[in-house]
């Protein structure tokens, strides 16, 4: 079938994007869906700083390539064997999909699918197959989902059904943004009652988890960004505080929990030094492949801190985002907060200078 997306014709282009559009909005021939997968009408694609490194060339993914990774939609088309999802089902899209069968898969959720992880760095589908194409030539998936077009074929794994009255908004948001920045917190950082969780960086991953330790019983959050706007907005989201770094490191902050939501050097480091003794440093942010910190080893072992990673806030989607909805509908998650605005496909590359400026939380881009 046809459809239209937005393709990445080649990284690391001069910004603004809006004069060299990167992106170019192409019309594209989809292939039916093969055995375990599903054809899948787009409804609403959240822009995400995973979009933009690969634009930017931070991450390096096979050229052309069909961006877009965080998506929800309604199934149109199965294929064989897939009997647990009905035609007219509302999807939530998630950037990994999971085997269920290899080692990794085994860790509950702290490591990536191996084969998963393997496909989307070929930039293809779980079976090592692609369904797009343009005049002929293959057209490479975004981690599975190459959710900036009108339509998706995608693996039955990349995908967690939710109810009808999830709106497109949020649920495309649960799949990244909530997942990774959600997931973090109540998967790798824990916190208790009584517990303060420091978010340092509050783009769309650093929010959610900032919405969704405020979501937890009894827990002190305190938003920290550069920029004064996002410091404002975590206030109205219900923040206890919100800090530049050089105001917390003024204050003496300390919390037991602190996510780092940047995938900066710099802002590993401000996380660290936030960590209270014993408290958990949780970093979701990616950094540049040749990124390095500085840091003394002192502090982890004389005062029981613990430095932990999180991909994909260490969860696993069948599990975590039932969860999310369920907070969601008990309006204890306002997902739709994170919303800065929506914007047409047309307009994706001047989407991605926003959000290489911070100006946006997440950019929705409706298909409707």
């Not at 035609?87 to 290899?102: D, I, K, N």
Request: a negative charge.
């Amino acid at each position: 079938m046809k459809i239209r997306g937005a393709v990445l014709e080649q990284i690391g282009c001069e910004r603004p994007y809006a004069q060299s559009r990167p992106l170019v909005v192409d019309d594209l021939d989809l292939a039916p869906p093969g055995a375990g997968e599903l054809l899948v009408r787009i409804e609403a694609a959240g822009m995400c700083h995973s979009d933009l490194s690969v634009v930017d060339g931070s991450r390096i993914r096979p050229m052309p390539m069909l961006l877009g990774h965080e998506a929800a939609g309604v199934v149109e088309e199965v294929g064989g064997g897939v009997t647990d999802v009905p035609v007219g089902q509302r999807l939530v899209m998630t950037f990994l999909p999971r085997c269920g069968g290899c080692e990794a898969c085994a860790t509950n959720g702290i490591t990536p699918c191996v084969p998963g992880s393997a496909a989307n760095a070929a930039g293809t589908l779980m079976t090592g197959e692609r369904r797009l194409s343009r005049g002929g030539d293959p057209v490479h998936h975004h981690l599975g989902v190459s959710g900036f077009a009108t339509h998706a074929v995608v693996d039955r794994r990349s995908v967690v059904p939710v109810p009808a009255d999830v709106p497109a908004e949020v649920a495309s948001l649960l799949g990244c943004a909530v997942l990774t920045g959600g997931g973090a917190v109540i998967n790798a950082g824990r916190p208790q009652r009584g517990d303060t969780v420091i978010v340092v960086g509050l783009g769309g991953v650093g929010m959610a988890a900032v919405l969704t330790a405020l979501a937890q019983d009894d827990v002190r959050v305190i938003g920290l960004d550069q920029l004064p706007a996002k410091l404002e907005l975590a206030r109205t989201m219900g923040a206890h505080a919100a800090y530049t770094p050089d105001e917390a490191r003024e204050a003496a902050l300390k919390a037991t929990v602190v996510i780092e939501a940047v995938g900066h050097p710099k802002a590993v480091e401000t996380a660290v030094d936030l960590t209270a003794a014993g408290g958990r440093t949780v970093c979701v942010g990616l950094p540049h492949p040749d990124a390095r910190i500085t840091l003394s080893p002192l502090g982890f072992v004389a005062e029981g801190r613990s430095l932990i990673g999180s991909y994909l806030g260490s969860a696993v989607p069948s599990r975590e985002i039932p969860h999310f909805v369920d907070l969601w509908r008990s309006g204890r998650l306002p997902v739709e907060s994170l919303v800065s605005s929506t914007i047409p496909l047309d307009d994706i590359n001047t989407g991605m200078d926003q959000l290489a400026d911070g100006n946006a939380v997440r950019q929705i881009i409706r298909f409707d």
